[in-house]
Structures are given as C-alpha cells and as structure tokens.
C-alpha cells in the first residue's frame, strides 16, 4: 500500500494513493487536478539522518569507516512536498543532492531490538538529503528550510534490504547502488538510534547516501528512486 497527503479543498486529507490519485475519507482526489497538491508523505517531529554508511562514498569523500552508525538531525521545517521546486538559498553557491532511503516510524517507540524494527515502521519512502556544502558545519551545512524533499508517498509493503536506487539529474544518471551496499542496515540504524530518542508516529530515519553526491544548480531536474518504492522529483527554482 502507497499512504500520501495531499492538500484539497477541504484542506489537507491523508488517504491511499493509486494511479495518480488520493482516497481519503471515501473522496478520491486526483493529483492532476489544479486545487490538488501532493505533499512530504508524513509529518516528523525530526529526521534523524545517518551518514557514511556506505563504503563507496566513504572511499570517495575520504572519510574514515565508521564502527557505529554516524548520525545528525534536521528539524520540521526541513521537510519539502515532491514535485514542488527547490528554492536555492542565498547563503550558499554550493548545494548538493544526495538520494537516500528513509524509514517512516508509525508509533511511538524506544530501544528497539533490530528484529523488532519492521513492527515498528509504518512504511519507506525516498528524502533528499540536501547540502549545503560551503557552510561550517554539519547542523549549518543540513539543517534549514526545505533541506529534506521527501516522498512521493509511504510504501508500507516492501523489504528495505537489496533495493537497487538511481538518481538522475537531467536525464544523467549520478548515483547507482543498492541497499545492499550499506555498512549498516535500515534495522541496524533504527535500533541504534533508538537507544538514544525516543521516536514519534511521522518520524523519519535516514540511511545515508551511495557514492557520487553533487552539486545541483538553478533548473536541474532530480529525480531519485528506490525500487518498489517510489521515485521522489523536484527541480530546482531558476
């Protein structure tokens, strides 16, 4: 099952989607309609985002390997609908993509075993971890508004393990890997971070990015998929 938010006329409703509309509350909202809006999939009170958890990235940006997952948080205002245009903020001339697969926490949880994660999350879906790279810090770098695009939608039925991924920028291939390749796998990090926070139904978790994130610029189409997932797509504002 596919789980979106849309926003309506009769405001925001949250529903199943299928074929490129929204059931909620046995009204049907088709997303190609001019009133109808889809938005990020779910409301977190915190995105809890881990990175380098993939040896091909690690190698490529020189970092050293983790022994336990490495983590940062980005607040709400973060969050950024799909489809709706990234607005390059002004205090960077460096901003980069990063296409990664998140979990979606659906109740409230804490110090979960790993094998007890999958009861715990509600479903996946697909963030962009935007960067901007020029700034001092990581909290400086990740955490401002609209620096987590997310979505399209929650898929509630798929095993987060040896999904293959892809993100394009203007038609160009730039990331190619599979979930497989990660140092820590999605129940692994939910675990650890688990012991540290206690999550929130709409949380979500992050696990990284394979190799080759980059730089986007005014006009550049991304799109980012996860298979069985979905494909999250924004442009970036000119």
């Known amino acids: 099952m596919r789980l979106a938010r849309a926003r309506t006329t009769d405001g925001v409703v949250a529903g199943e989607y299928d074929d490129g509309t929204v059931m909620a509350n046995d009204t049907s909202y088709p997303l190609d309609a001019a009133d109808v809006e889809l938005l ?5 009170s915190a995105f809890f985002c881990v990175g380098r958890n993939f040896a091909a990235t690690i190698d490529q940006m020189g970092y050293d390997k983790p022994d336990r997952p490495d ?12 489809e709706r245009p990234i607005e390059y903020p002004e205090f960077t001339d460096e901003l980069t993509y ?7 926490i659906d109740e409230p949880c804490t110090n979960l ?5 999958p009861d715990a999350v ?3 879906t697909v963030l962009n971890d935007l960067d901007a790279l ?8 990740k955490a401002f508004d609209g620096s987590a695009p997310l979505g399209p939608w929650i898929e509630t039925d798929v095993d987060p393990s040896g999904i293959e991924m892809e993100t394009v920028i203007d038609d160009e291939v730039r990331q190619e890997a599979t979930t497989e390749q990660m140092l820590f796998s999605p129940n692994e990090v939910v675990s650890f971070l688990s ?3 206690t999550f929130a139904p709409g949380d979500v978790i992050a696990f990284g990015s394979p190799a080759n994130p980059g730089l986007i610029e005014p006009g550049d ?3 980012i998929t996860y298979e069985g997932v979905g494909t999250l797509r924004n442009t970036v504002a000119e």
Do not use: M, W
């Open 195 to 197: 012991e540290r926070f």
């Open 98 to 104: 990063a296409g990664e697969l998140a979990a979606v």
């Open 113 to 117: 075993a790993p094998e007890d994660v």
């Open 221 to 223: 189409e991304i799109a």
């Open 122 to 124: 509600r479903g996946y």
């Open 40 to 44: 990020a999939p779910c409301e977190p």
């Open 134 to 141: 020029d700034q001092d810090g990581r909290t400086a770098r």
């Open 71 to 82: 983590f940062f948080i980005k607040p709400p205002v973060s969050r950024h609908p799909p």
